[in-house]
């Protein structure tokens, strides 16, 4: 008995002694908006889920993002779980997430998707919090950016503050520019590319796609010339410069028709890709490529697409539109526990440059490496898959090596340059018209990949989709655009 006593007193005093030690160890207790507590245990900091678009995710993704979650748990208390969609995959996946009630916390997203997300409660309102909790935030992004962000008046997302007015450029391998001939300076519309198109097709051989494409987006900028109302609707639209402001089914329009004819004989030319209606990654090494930049974005560009050097052209632009202000957006979930620390995270990635270049570029020593403090750096792979125009401004990020010191000034001045769509400041409210709008969306996707890659022959397909646009709704949130642009214009 006494023996068995005795084991008892020794197994009770082992049990105190690792209760103790166990309380020892979960001291770090402190609230995770605490930014003034640094601590070496991070395990009561909250995770914050962000949904982004991006590439294939690399070997190294996992490490990058731990380096980036030691930094901001110690410096505002918070770390995040970045969760990639990608480009093939984005406008689906994102819409599971919304219609299914997904956990998550923050989330990408733009004018394509946002407004349908706004009405259905998806993310939260942030109009007083924004300003309450990180008002370094609000002042450091223009009133303007702000207003094109807006939603009935009330903000729910923080808009990337960059080139927030639209340039597009035309870019062709400065290989093939000088193997043809090509004047890229004098390409200014798309009847200007069938030569150089043809002539490079005809120089490299069948299989060879001067206009390679993919499903996501056909032909980048296609729809520039007309404000869509920032309701992610092509075929309903004002054209920018109508002072009128009248909306118009934009496929049935002579200049848009003429140009889906010339993207439909390049399809049969063999000039783009004939697997581009279900091709959801581009490869690397395009020969021409269509997107919206600026000045130096060219060296961006040459990195993603192993392309020695592109010689660019500005075909459009600039323009300011609420669509463009809304082409990069991060949201924060209604159900989200977390809203504050997701502001907090958001103001840390819009004014600290070293979370922002690690956003950007990724691990340092792996990705890229600084030239010059957080002001240069220069890439050493081509796999980091986050797309940095998505992430926040570009004002306090790294240049690469190569383009302008001034860049990002140039960046401003294009902003300050832009002409204004008559549309600007103008966001459709579309809350009495949800099942409209999913309709048309509906009808829309079933046909907009093949229409604008060039697969279908457009004066069979417009008529069609016309024709089961207009019994989704499509007539109904013309006339409700129309009734609310009035107003908007009194």
Known sequence: MKRSL??????????????????????????????????????????????????QVPNNFDKAIAAMNEYTAEKIGVKVDIKVA?????????????????????????????????????????????????PDLYKFIPEKVWDGSKVSGKIYSVPTYKDSSLTQYWGFDHTYVEKYGIDVNNIKTLKDLDKPFHDMKAGEGKSFYPLPMTQSEG?????????????????????A??????????????????????????????IINPDAP?????????????????????????????????????????????????????????????KKEALKYLELVNTDSKLRNMLAYGEEGVDFQKIDGEKVIERISDTWPLASYTQGTFFNMATNKGAPEDQWEQVKKLNEQAFASSLLGFSMDI???????????????????????????????????????KAAGMDAIMKAAQEQIDAFSK
């Open 6 to 55: 005795k084991l008892i007193s020794i197994m009770c005093v082992l049990t105190l002694i690792m209760t103790a030690l166990a309380a020892c160890g979960s001291k770090s207790d402190s609230p995770a908006s605490d930014s003034s507590k640094s601590s070496s245990s991070t395990d009561d900091v909250p995770t914050l889920v962000w949904w982004t678009i991006g590439g």
């Open 86 to 134: 990608s480009w093939g995959e984005w406008e689906t996946k994102i819409n599971t997430i919304v219609n299914t009630g997904e956990a998550f916390d923050m989330m990408f997203t733009n004018g394509s998707k946002y407004n349908q997300q706004v009405a259905m409660g998806s993310f939260a309102d942030i109009t007083d919090l924004v300003q309450s909790e990180t």
């Open 219 to 239: 032909l980048n900028g296609f729809f520039n010339e007309y404000d869509d109302m920032a309701l992610g609707l092509g075929p309903v639209g004002v054209k």
């Open 241 to 270: 410069d109508d002072a009128s402001r009248k909306v118009i089914s934009v496929l049935e329009q002579p200049d848009v028709m003429d140009n889906l004819k010339m993207l439909h004989q390049w399809y049969k030319d063999g």
């Open 278 to 338: 279900t091709k959801p990654e581009a490869d690397k090494g395009k020969p021409f490529l269509s997107a919206q930049g600026f000045p130096g974005a060219e060296i961006g560009w040459q990195i993603n697409n192993g392309v020695e050097k592109y010689d660019i052209v500005q075909n459009y632009g600039p323009i300011y539109t609420t669509t463009t202000i809304q082409g990069s957006l991060n949201a924060i979930s209604a159900n989200s526990k977390y």
């Open 431 to 469: 809350t009495n018209l949800s099942t409209e709008v999913a309709n048309t969306k509906a009808v829309w996707d079933k046909y907009r990949y093949e229409l604008l890659t060039g697969a279908s022959d457009p004066e069979k397909m417009v008529p069609k989709i016309v024709s089961e646009l």
